[in-house]
């Protein structure tokens, strides 16, 4: 038997195949051994890698709430260097919002950082972040061909808790072009879900803007006309 650790008491009563060191060995059977153990001990059995993968999917059972979410670029370089990049940030957003039970009520694609307005809860937050920023990272530095860190520091969440803070909010993240110099007006910035919003562009499938207007009034209506009054308040 080329490798009798599986069935002896103690690893070192043995002595290791050709070409390998008892302790090179002894470690690989330790590690080994840990893993079994641990999977044994939660009910996995031996052959489990695809039962493992699919538990990190399941959906957080906390209290879904709205958070404003922030990231840009390493050292504030450019994450999107051409509109393709825009596109392909987008369709990672859209996985998020399916694997991830997300509402995606608000987005605006800058140069070097990104906002999302996003309902969901928690832990399915920081999962599908996770996801689609890292998946974009490698899809961008494939795409580029360039390695390292295309974002900075973990994202940012700020939670939004009323009715004000989320006007301010999507005030805010609409406004970022302009206050950026890029464009005169939201509705000329093309990256953004501003002119879905206010009913001027059809709505991609991943954002919400059902949900976004049933929370700022009482019909569709009213809440576009809400929306176009509060981002043109100067």
Request: proline residues 5%.
């Amino acid at each position: 038997d080329r490798h009798p650790v599986h069935r002896q008491e103690s690893p070192l009563e043995w002595a290791p195949p050709v070409g390998m060191s008892r302790m090179t060995t002894f470690c690989t059977w330790r590690r080994t051994s840990r893993r079994q153990s641990r999977r044994r001990a939660v009910g996995y059995p031996e052959q489990a890698t695809e039962r493992i993968t699919m538990a990190r999917d399941r959906r957080s059972t906390k209290a879904r709430s709205i958070h404003h979410v922030t990231t840009r670029g390493n050292n504030r370089q450019e994450i999107f260097l051409d509109d393709l990049d825009r596109v392909i940030f987008l369709e990672w957003i859209a996985r998020a919002v399916d694997r991830w039970d997300w509402g995606l009520l608000a987005y605006c694609l800058m140069d070097n950082h990104i906002h999302l307005v996003v309902e969901a809860a928690p832990g399915d937050l920081s999962s599908g972040c996770r996801d689609a920023l890292g998946s974009y990272a490698r899809r961008f530095n494939q795409r580029h061909e360039t390695s390292g860190h295309l974002f900075g520091s973990r994202f940012n969440s700020v939670e939004v808790i009323d009715d004000l803070q989320l006007t301010a909010v999507l005030r805010y993240v609409a406004l970022n072009p302009v206050t950026a110099g890029r464009v005169a007006s939201p509705a000329d910035w093309p990256w953004s879900s501003h002119r879905a919003a206010v009913g001027d562009h059809p709505a991609p499938l991943f954002l919400d803007v059902a949900r976004l207007w049933s929370l700022l009034g009482r019909d569709a209506e009213v809440a576009r006309l809400h929306l176009r009054a509060v981002i043109a308040v100067q």
